[in-house]
């Protein structure tokens, strides 16, 4: 099942943010398999409930969710510091907010309904064994700080709310997004009912500077996942045998199979996207399209229920990833295109 809904696209021109982040991408996918398939066959659309502040609590520290929470200018400081919008000499970073049409906490509201969607998702994922987001995917924010375009940690937080519900004892969260999934290892870093791999780039963001602080302590964006594969610039014809070798890792590792495994479904290793911190990664189009029916069929075999979200993606062209694995996806449960 493919959740989808018109908020999914960001817009983040309309904040004033410049980042190259196509805000069409998940209604570019959700036409194009529109277009091909009755809608009726695939779509759900998700009610987009706003998760409680209980939700939050899941992944994050009260202090922080309280400052999310009370929509004031905590939340506005947030979003400048969680995308990035002011760099260390204190002048605007790709932001003009001269631009802007609305204020920036309202783009809170809408990560917000992505986590919810996410929830959803999960739910969906455990019913029918696979669900797709077209949203959602915020692995880089922390316990207790927004962190990479990333307000909150909805895959955690989707994960431990089915816990909390019962559905689901353990968990796999797989990461093929272009840049490590820092926030999620760190959260979970003392939690052994939820294994992390994260496959991405061996030299960029955010794995740049000294790993450990001037008191000796880890910076918590070099905590390491339970199995880290890092691809070095011109490594790309060793990614999917890297990938492959790291599934059979992380099944060797876990002493049972989990209930639920969250994809976080990154198109930024494409060769073309946009965003300048994932050039060291260039997979082609022919490679991301195996890279993702290699995940797909490895979980399927294991009869694993597979929730995918968006995640990374940044250019005209990275919506390509994301429907052409859909399309194959639709067209093995479906049968006949339209």
Not at 20 to 47: C, I, N, V, W
Not at 54 to 74: M, N, R, S, T
Not at 231 to 237: D, K, L, N, S, T
Not at 295 to 321: S, T
């Amino acid at each position: 099942m493919i959740l989808y809904h018109e908020l999914f696209d960001l817009k983040l021109d309309e904040y004033g943010i410049e980042i190259p982040m196509q805000d069409d991408r998940a209604s570019k996918s959700f036409d194009f398999l529109r277009g091909r398939y009755h809608e009726s066959q695939f779509a759900t659309p998700p009610s987009l409930a706003m998760p409680t502040r209980e939700d939050l609590l899941l992944a994050h520290g009260p202090q922080f969710v309280e400052k999310i929470l009370a929509k004031g200018e905590d939340l506005n400081q947030l979003i400048i510091e969680g995308f990035e919008l002011v760099d260390s000499s204190g002048q605007y970073n790709r932001y003009n907010p001269a631009r802007a049409q609305h204020p920036l906490m309202n783009l809170a509201t809408t990560l917000l309904l992505h986590t919810g969607a996410c929830i959803q998702g999960a739910s969906v994922a455990l019913e029918h064994g696979f669900a797709y987001v077209l949203g959602g995917g915020g692995h880089h924010a922390m316990s207790s700080a927004p962190r990479g375009f990333c307000l909150v940690n909805d895959i955690v937080i989707a994960i431990r709310k089915m816990q909390q519900l019962k559905k689901v004892k353990t968990a796999w969260v797989v990461d093929v997004d272009a840049h490590k999934g820092d926030g999620t290892a760190q959260i979970l870093k003392d939690d052994p009912s939820i294994l992390t791999l994260s496959i991405h780039m061996a030299n960029g963001w955010p794995l740049i500077g000294d790993e450990v602080d001037v008191n000796g302590n880890l910076h918590p964006w070099f905590i390491p996942s339970n199995i880290d594969i890092p691809i070095a610039a011109g490594e790309e014809h060793h990614y999917l045998s890297k990938l492959e070798d790291g599934l059979q890792r992380l099944k060797k590792i876990s002493n049972l199979l989990p209930d639920l495994v969250v994809i976080v479904h990154g198109s930024d290793p494409y060769e073309h996207d946009a965003l300048k911190s994932t050039e060291p990664l260039k997979l082609t189009i022919e490679q991301m399209k195996e890279r993702d029916m290699l995940l797909y069929n490895f979980f399927e075999h294991l009869r694993l229920p597979q929730l995918y979200l968006m995640a990374g993606g940044y250019g005209a062209d990275v919506w390509r990833i994301h429907a052409q694995f859909l399309d194959e996806i639709c067209y093995k449960k479906i049968g006949a295109r339209k």
